[in-house]
């Protein structure tokens, strides 16, 4: 074996490794016979044999000839000339595979690194396979000639065939798309389409325009064929750190005021973090006309949340600062139940307290909010409140002390309420003692640990629940997460003075049958003051609903948790969440069920019950069926609700193809919003974009 670089190619630092070398001395030939490996920088050429030609400054290589580029593109061939820089290559039955898995066969290729590369009698696909060996690509376009322009990152077919496995399926005299290299380029997007009884035929086709490296814009015209027209202008833009995205809908579309109303929309976020780690979120979102943007398939949202936020967290210490005002796309809702925040500040502050063992934790807060439900208010908090670890030893017991002070100025209330428009301030004292006792349980099977919890909490003050509107805590009810706090309702607003005994039990557990397992069982019994809401059903009940919740995971394969609340008195399931799911096989499943009775929703006629079923299974090849049905079993009753369903495939193991098949079932109503059923069809082909289509989308559901 021979290894050296010869005089001649010095210049060059081309080296050969071969079996045998020759050099003609005379016009400094050379040849290169057996395993010949041909190296410059990170670029390889291997071959049979490789010819030097020092007059004509190339090198011709035959037999199983391979060559490796910079980019790790590996080119194969029977016959192929290169120049000493391996810049130009010009090969005969050439066949190369990119870094991405697309190649590129042809009769003759004429590559030029950086420039225009022609290939004559051309097959390209994007299609992961193994094509030297016969494989059939899913999808191929086979042109009479084909051009990669490096410079723009284009690639130019002409008189084009589209191959889907081997069959024809169309004809274009000219196409061009993004090379491998391209993220992003400037130009038409995938066109979509919509046959509707409502919206007739629509079309819309995006057009993307790259304005810069951090920056792009792009037009999405939406054409409805009885409906009017549409455009959504959306714009981006990265900073090192910030990020802006914004979309405005501008149109002239049918309304339930008029026929071509002119309609906007906006929808923009801004992002950035400033100073020492704040970081800031501003949106703005806002439309001129309540239904158009969920009637047209822009978004489904019936609350527009336009707000400015500023947040700061530490090890010890969080800051919040928020402005924001709420905009209501649903019919009925008046002015004064859009509610203003202008502004809310919070601060909270943890610390050691004044000896081992204690926890020290500041919060101030004030807030302006109007037109919530009717009420304008200003709120000014500050609370303390400090936490002692009294043992450590077998019995483990806490002792929990602070007090929340407030100032209130109500300066607006529905007429209805019971509450005062007054300036109003409130002391409120708190503490609490509580006592856990840790059992270990060991058995052959398992162990767990059993955990009783007993605590006794004291609220004092002066109750003024009658004349402060509850703002912060309206939606409070019991659970195992706030059962043991000392201000278990977490807001400001209701703090109802009493005492109270709160007990409860958890367990954690590992066993060989049932896998991990936790629950808990609690309750809490009044000892003294006014009954609270939240707490039961029967809200004149000395005893709060007992709660409950279970998990365990059986075999390390299903997944089963079960949380509820039992009526005291009566043992009635007034509330309860369950779930299941698991993989069996290729199949991903999930089913939920919900329950909840009927006090605590005043506008309910009836108690809610919700099932809900989803799953995923993978059929092999790439193909995967999804599905979700909701079905409303209130009332006693099985009505199918919501549902959606796909099947897809993403082109197998080849990576260059996606298909969805679609299905969505719509109940929500409002005004012109009709109950709908679309199905969907979509084929999405690697570097060519995609075809989509959403038909059959019928307005059959409103008249049953």
């Known amino acids: 074996m021979f290894l050296l670089i010869t005089p001649a190619l010095a210049e060059a630092e081309i080296g050969f490794e071969a079996d045998a070398v020759t050099v003609n001395q005379d016009d400094g030939s050379m040849l290169a016979t057996g395993n010949v490996v041909m190296t410059q920088a990170a670029m390889t050429l291997r071959a049979d044999e490789v010819r030097y030609n020092r007059e004509d400054d190339v090198a011709v290589a035959t037999g199983n000839v391979e060559f490796i580029d910079n980019d790790g593109a590996v080119h194969r061939a029977d016959i192929m000339t290169l120049d000493t820089e391996f810049t130009h290559i010009v090969a005969e039955t050439l066949r190369s595979r990119y870094p991405d898995n697309s190649f590129f066969i042809a009769d003759e290729g004429d590559i030029v690194s950086g420039g225009t590369s022609i290939f004559d009698s051309s097959r ?28 723009t990152k284009t690639i130019v077919h002409s008189n084009v065939r589209m191959h889907i496995l081997n069959v024809p399926i169309g004809y ?14 400037t130009g038409f997007l995938a066109p979509s389409f919509l046959l509707s009884s409502d919206l007739g035929f629509s079309t819309s086709i995006p057009y993307f325009v790259v304005l810069g490296d951090t920056n792009d814009l792009e037009f999405t015209p939406y054409r409805f064929q009885r409906r009017g027209l549409a455009v959504k202008t959306r714009y981006r833009q990265k900073w090192d750190r910030s990020d802006l995205n914004v979309a405005l809908y501008t149109g002239s579309l049918n309304t339930f005021k008029k026929n071509r109303e002119s309609v906007a929309a906006l929808d923009g976020i801004f992002s950035t973090t400033i100073g020492d780690d704040w970081n800031v979120k501003m949106r703005a979102r806002r439309s001129s006309q309540d239904t158009f943007m969920r009637r047209y398939k822009f978004n489904s949202d019936t609350w527009l949340k336009s707000s400015a936020v500023a947040e700061r967290i530490k090890s010890d210490k969080y800051y919040y600062v928020e402005v924001s005002d709420m905009q209501s796309l649903s019919s009925g809702t008046a002015a004064d139940h859009e509610p203003t925040i202008l502004p809310h500040v919070f601060y909270e502050d943890v610390k050691p307290g004044f000896r081992n063992g204690q926890t020290l934790k500041t919060e101030i807060s004030a807030i302006q909010l109007d037109n919530d439900e009717g009420h304008d208010m200003s709120r000014w908090v500050g609370n303390v409140e400090i936490t002692d670890r009294l043992s450590d030893g077998p019995v483990k017991t806490d002792a929990r002390a602070g007090v929340i002070g407030s100032y209130y100025s109500i300066q607006k209330k529905p007429a209805a309420a019971a509450t005062k428009t007054d300036d109003l301030g409130r002391i409120t004292p708190m503490a609490s003692v509580s006592v856990r006792y840790p059992l270990a349980v060991s058995t052959k099977r398992g162990r767990a640990i059993v955990e009783p919890q007993v605590q006794f909490a004291y609220v004092g003050g002066t109750d003024r629940t009658a004349d402060i509107p ?32 709160d007990m409860g039990v958890s367990v954690q557990a590992n066993t060989s049958a049932l896998g991990r397992v936790s629950g808990f069982m609690g309750v809490s019994q009044r000892l003294s003051g006014k009954p609270s809401t939240g707490l039961a059903v029967n809200e004149n009940s000395s005893l709060s609903d007992y709660v409950a919740s279970l998990s365990a995971k059986p075999f390390n394969k299903v997944s089963v948790s079960w949380s509820g609340r039992l009526a005291p008195d009566d ?7 369950t779930s299941l799911s698991g993989t069996v096989s290729k199949l991903s499943y999930s089913l939920e069920h919900m329950q909840l009775a009927k006090p605590y929703f005043k506008s309910a006629s009836s108690d809610l019950e919700e099932l809900t079923a989803s799953f995923t299974y993978s059929l092999g090849g790439g193909w995967k069926v999804i599905g979700r049905q909701v079905w409303n079993l209130s009332n006693g009753k099985t009505v199918r609700d919501s549902s959606t369903a796909a099947f897809s495939w993403t082109g197998g193991l080849q990576d260059c193809l996606t298909i969805d098949f679609g299905y969505d079932r719509d109940l929500d109503a409002d005004r012109d919003i009709k109950a709908d059923d679309q199905f969907t069809f979509t084929m999405n082909f690697k570097y060519l974009g995609s075809i989509s289509k959403d038909m059959i989308k019928s307005t059959l559901l409103s008249n049953n």
Request: include cysteine.
């Open 172 to 185: 274009l005299p000219y196409l061009a798309h993004p090379d491998w290299t391209v993220r992003r380029r």
């Open 470 to 501: 509850n703002r912060d805590s309206a939606d409070y009810r019991i659970d195992p997460a706030n059962l043991f706090l000392l201000n278990r309702y977490q807001g400001y607003d209701y703090l109802r003075p009493g005492s109270r005994l």
């Open 571 to 577: 043992l009635k399931l007034n509330e309860s969440k």
């Open 124 to 151: 390209f696909s994007a299609c992961n396979c193994d094509f030297e060996n016969g494989e059939t690509p899913i999808w191929d376009l086979r042109a009479t000639s084909t051009r990669h322009i490096a410079e």
